[in-house]
């Protein structure tokens, strides 16, 4: 009885040995976290990996305790494929959708921004049209497999002028090669200067999809390290400002509209009930009196 009390206490003493080390693992695993250029979100700044998603991700993670190592991928396809693979990595600034859902675990969102086409004033394309009537723009640059150029194909868009590079694309609508362009809004904010926003009069002709950017985490990492990131993530957007200030650091102009909520509410442009209140260079401000249409994210 006297042995069989002992071999009792020695599996009972090992199994928790054994639980303690995995926690212990768990806690202490530093989590590869990767991008790629695209600012205001994740960018390289004198050396450091700085940005809208990399801020913010960092501050969570070290809030929940999370060991974190940044890193800046050399190419999309190289940082979606590391987070793929694994293990402990972590991809920023990635939209989710039902596609990739079962392919992560996701934290967020870290930061939202709308895909919108955008024209000089001189350009004679108007502001704030239909998807449809954006179908009868003469040319729109756009960069070849991104997600702002593929939603545009699903829609029927056949007046795409593809590019390799954002940069490439971005010339072009500078050169006046195309009349307009399609990109993440807050991409091409971080790309011309707010005094080239005003001389050249650009304004939204379409915004037609709005985006939310998560981390995405391979699907090795610990569901509890998914959870703590989250649950930093929701603390600073309701703990005070701490979500904001770091977001406006960014964009000067943001308003809370801006930051993605812990429910985010989407609506049509539909005066008077719903639409763009006021343009002043890149600044859109969104009012909203009446919401009928309403999207939760």
């Not at 390289?44 to 913010?56: E, F, P, R, S, Y």
Request: glycine fraction near 6%; hydrophobic fraction near 45%; include cysteine.
């Amino acid at each position: 009885m006297y042995q069989r009390l002992l071999i009792i206490i020695f599996i009972a003493l090992t199994l928790f040995t054994g639980s303690c080390k995995k926690d212990k693992t768990t806690e202490t695993t530093t989590i590869t976290v990767s991008g790629v250029d695209l600012k205001p979100n994740f960018f390289q700044l004198d050396g450091k990996i700085v940005g809208i998603d990399a801020d913010i991700a960092a501050q969570a993670m070290q809030n929940a305790g999370i060991s974190a190592e940044f890193n800046m991928a050399s190419s999309p396809d190289e940082a979606y494929q590391a987070a793929l693979a694994g293990p402990g990595q972590a991809l920023l600034t990635l939209t989710y959708t039902a596609e990739r859902k079962d392919l992560f675990k996701w934290a967020g969102p870290t930061s939202k921004s709308d895909y919108v086409i955008l024209a000089k004033a001189s350009s004679g394309v108007g502001v704030h049209i239909s998807i449809e009537a954006s179908k009868s723009i003469e040319s729109i640059a756009a960069v070849e497999g991104w997600p702002e150029t593929t939603i545009l194909e699903d829609m029927g868009f056949n007046n795409l002028y593809y590019y390799n590079s954002f940069d490439d694309a971005i010339a072009a609508f500078k050169n006046d090669e195309v009349k307009a362009i399609a990109s993440d809004m807050f991409q091409v904010i971080g790309s011309l200067s707010s005094e080239y926003f005003i001389q050249e009069q650009i304004n939204p002709a379409c915004i037609y999809y709005p985006v939310f950017y998560f981390i995405a985490f391979s699907k090795d990492v610990d569901d509890q390290v998914v959870s703590d990131c989250q649950s930093a993530i929701d603390a600073m957007k309701t703990n005070g400002t701490e979500f904001f200030d770091l977001f406006r650091g960014y964009v000067p102009f943001a308003t809370p509209y801006m930051i993605p909520g812990l429910i985010q509410l989407t609506t049509e442009i539909n005066p008077p009930f719903n639409y763009i209140a006021s343009m002043s260079g890149a600044v859109v401000n969104l009012t909203t009196s009446l919401s009928y249409y309403i999207v939760l994210n």
